[in-house]
């Protein structure tokens, strides 16, 4: 069965620990029983890294080359920073779709840029967790029509 | 039953009807079905519009204020030059979901900004025609949970 | 009896339709009411135009050589990106009077620049509805001083 | 009765001085007055000063807090440089009104950018030695609708 | 025969109607008849619009799609702020010869930068009304050695 | 009782090691000294990492929910590069006070910004060591006062 | 017994009079008191000058040469606009520690430069009143290591 | 007879020499008699300079006064570097046709900007060698008609 | 006997006190005694001032209207941050020499623009005093030939 | 024996891994053989590091100190965002190679900018595997004529 | 005895050639006459070249090493565009005096940096002709005091 | 036997010649041998051109056609201004090999832009004399691998 790599970037891991009245009550956890559900409607299971360690992630991404079919990523702050993520990304040469749990382009402008979205194959901003959902779908579409 | 206005800007009735090994035969009628597929799943019927005229649209969006709960909106070429577009979504205060069929970071520096974005609750972009379903079902959870 | 156009732009339809108790009641209606009584205090009469379209307000300008001898105008959203609006102005020869109802220079940065100011003879901004009546008085003293 | 502060800044003392028959002959003192005849017909005094000295202004606009309601300013080429009388007029919250005599958006580059703009309510520019009395009755009608 | 669509956007009517003195006395129409006269040595046809409407302008290049052999536009004002109409060229896949009357690089620094001009095949600026008779001979010679 | 957590970013395990005739012998361990010193005079005791590791240094920072009352940051080169080291100091949402030991304004110009100054309470640059001391009494007053 | 220079520049003259319930009721004579008191402590005496002018706190800063050690100051507006003021501070070749009582990096973009930072030896920002209390000790410390 | 300059400028000699399978047979020879034909037909003289070397180009150009009516240049590279070339046309105070065989709008952004345009009557761009044609046309048409 | 007003800005009062092993033992006493002697040699006198207070110099600067010929002036600081000055200069319409005792070219990049340098008739960088002498013969010159 | 600390940034155990037809088939540990026969010819050992993870990188460049004589780094994707290993380098104050397999001013603007080059010795750029060699002998040359 | 080199760059040789009426009948041979009646006051004679190569210039400055004591510059265009030149003079280690005839300040943008003045003792523009002889005594008293 | 083309651009000649003490005593001639001597290990001969005229370069470059294989290029100042040396390069589509002596990275921002690095196979910067060693391997290898 193909796989999904899903990548979560720093500070993701306090996803619904803080403020639940606010931000509910769904935790990263949530999140990639999310993303396993949707995938397996794909036929896809799902490897999953969560880190605050830039390090950590790109050996991640390095590691799905021959194992994974595509990856899901949501950068976190490595989104307007991380060049080497970027280029792990390109390395692998696998699609990618990025996610961002919150509408960036309301907020600071050092957050409007974003290194990955140009190497990504699609990506959904703002649309809360449902987002990860419509990324596995639309990477799944796409990994299945190639 | 709740409606969403459909509004896809300047050339996109070209959708399809061109290079067709290219771009594939879907058509701007092929989206209007899929959003109204879409739309059905969350109860909502569809008001659609399509206009190279930039007025046209901005009458149109008028019009969806007390008729429609939303808006999904590809706005082409305007995405990255028309404030008054912007301005149309802002004054009739309904939630907005923005669309692009491809990825436009991997285009020229002028489609990187969007004047609609930062009003917008949702973005998808470059999942192909499937990011106008995206942005349905994301913005019909949105205003059915509001 | 001289003449002056009133041109409003695109959105501007929307005025005291839109949240009543924050914006107040006056319509664009009122705003018209308010250009006519003003410019009979100096003799001219009014005609006057609204539209989201900005080829209509070409038009219009254009249409304003030889019966119009001045022109008031709130560009609206086109303030900020219509160059052919900038054209229409000088190519007509008229003088020119710039209103914006709310303070642009406390918005968003792109707002801060206006294709029309430097063509105008004078601008009003943040005066509310009276703006329009500082406008007609401040190009009426213009003309009949020529 | 309430009272206007009428700050007018550098080099405006040379108004009608010089070259008459292009400026006019209107004065500094005509400013003064027609500022104080239109306040009077909204039941307002004036305290006028005008200087060369950037911290004589702040001074007076310190000065105005408890006695003034409104400050009417022309900060002529302090404008564009000076944080200072920005900070005093914010420092005494009194609703300002900005006036510009000529069209500083014809001018050098330099003049396109205010410091008080955007903590002003109203902002008159190219009206003449008029644009006074719009701002004076503009600043009026703000202060007695609050 | 094969056709020319020959395009020209805002204000590009007002030629020859305003001050004949100093812009001479030739209008739109003697455009229209020097295009054609051109034309006709190169064996095509002419198809023209001439529009203050954006829209207008997108719809009639939208109609060249396998009517018309190439496109002779002038997009006055739109050259600078409009990528509706670029995407609009693109889309039909058809030569295009931008023309400016005027030298646009002794104007304005916002008239120096052209949306049309790389996707153009050639670009004529300065040289009068006969910049338009140059231009339909360059895309004729590139359209009949293709 | 209340604690603060010290962090200190990369290279700054090297103080005092290097060329102690030119910066002294204070170490990074008189530096915790220091800090301990002066939180206990405001009953605070101290946690403190350093680290060449941004995952680290946010781990770190997420371990202090609930276990600090605030945070003491000198964060290195990652002051001007780092995101993720902002967003883990506002996703705990605990107070902060910044320390530079040098005066990094008259160094290159890309240490004149700093991602973290605009999240933290107060910022001490270029006092030395000493800086410490005043960032933990300002952030212990800050603490206690609230 | 050696002096410190304590100089404060514009608007700070109104500290502790405006908005005692948000600002606290600490005035600009508290500021000097407390500096003199941390003063003391090192053995040092106060001279304190506050003025909305420029040129009475280059004129004080001069007068400083040969009389006192150092200068504490809170250049007020004038750290984003004087080179004067900067020049005074070089002129006089006083080791200078700088204070600003809120975080000016949370302000206005305009607000992120200093034209007297580089030139000085410490800066604190944001510590509210405390700062000053910094600052003296800071410039005490380097006055009497040197 | 009337004559002109006509200027090539550095690498223009390559032509046709290189890759005449891609860029044609066409030489700086061709070039020269394309150009001597055309101003034949408006009875003009053609002198011909091609160098490598922009002081050649200067000389040259001096040279013209008094004994050419205008200028036909091909900038080449200098287009985008040399003030020292605009100034040689100004200071001989002729009329300038500018042409580029291809589409400098395509290229690189450090060839969007010409030193030579603004001091132009008209630009040429992407024509090919016929744009040669079009610029001796153009200029004779504008010494002719003055 | 025609009169130079000679301006000397902020800090300037400074000269020859300071570090005379450095900078010389002349002071500002002596560039007024060689202006003096320089201006005597064309039969000039001149009126001097300098300040530390912008106001002080521009209240000058209007003095001299009627009364001098023209102005040389070393505005300091105020060279590159005083609109006012600048505006002053135009304001009495007399023709001005500036001078910087010092190359500025090798100072801060804020030091490179002047507000003065394009409303001067001429400019002296870098020539120590002598700079005044030659800025005095060279607008004597200047006024003698008008 | 003096050794080298030899430092490869992120991706760079991805060398030779992938697609051998087009990078062929050297891998790093070729990169590190290269190196190290290198440096015997001048009589130096080699200390390798790989990593993808930033800290890591900076311990060993810290751990360098008194133990290498010099540094042979390719900072990978570090290269254009890590100011912090930049402060390694110059923190153990041990002489630097900087060196680049691609030519990287053939790629994206970002690549560009290096924050080692200006604290390098010397940068090879687009020399292939081979340029470590250059690195190297550049590098040993500096240290034993030093 | 000691010797100057004046160096004018390109267009020079056309002063006092076109419109007599307009910039005078001073030609080229003038000012060199003016510069060596100048020198030698200081007892100095000089070497001139005038060219618009930029290579004979720099040539001739290579030349001054050993024979001349001092550079007069006027670089023309050279001024804005020149690396070469700016290099040649620092090459030979003489000091440097640049004089542009023209207030260039008052000219296009791209004429108000030059890459001389930096590497120059002083600069004078504006003085017309004169300007050469103060430049001639400035660096003469350089030298001799030297 | 292939040749290599040596290019050194303007104050090249200086090398050796000035300064012995700082610079050595390596000439331009050493620089010769050194790559005569390097390129002979790769059965390669030298082509060997300096002058600080660009045009002599380009000239050299172009006679490179056909009787060299490769480009070995200091370009000098050029390398910051010269798109005609570039475009040059380009024209005779041989490898080249760029050399600069000094590291340009640690000089002025203007020396950090190369308009030679995009089109050049390899650079060297920094390595001082031996970087032309480096460079002829580099550009020899490629040629041979080819």
New interface residues.
């Given amino acids: 069965m193909a796989k999904l790599l899903l990548v979560n970037?720093?500070?993701l891991?306090?996803l619904g620990v803080?403020e639940p009245d606010t931000y509910g009550t769904d935790s990263l956890d949530d999140v990639v029983d999310l993303v396993r559900s949707t995938a397996a409607r794909w036929d896809m299971g799902v490897d999953a890294v969560q880190?605050?360690?830039?390090?950590?992630l790109?050996?991640a991404i390095?590691a799905a080359?021959g194992t994974c079919a595509a990856i899901v990523i949501n950068p976190?702050?490595?989104t307007?920073?991380?060049?080497?993520l970027?280029?792990?990304l390109t390395?692998?040469?696998l699609p990618v779709a990025e996610v961002h749990i919150s509408?960036i382009?309301?907020r600071e402008p050092?957050?409007h840029h974003?290194?990955v979205?140009?190497v990504?194959?699609?990506?959904?901003?703002?649309?809360?967790l449902?987002?990860y959902a419509?990324a596995v779908?639309?990477i799944a579409?796409h990994v299945q029509q190639c």
């Fill in positions: 970037g720093p500070n891991n306090l803080r880190s605050n360690h830039e390090g950590v790109i050996d390095h080359r976190g702050a490595f307007h920073t991380s060049v080497a970027r280029d792990a390395g692998v040469a509408n382009h309301r050092f957050r974003s290194f979205s140009d990504a194959e699609l990506v959904i901003v703002g649309a809360g449902r987002g419509y779908e639309g579409r």
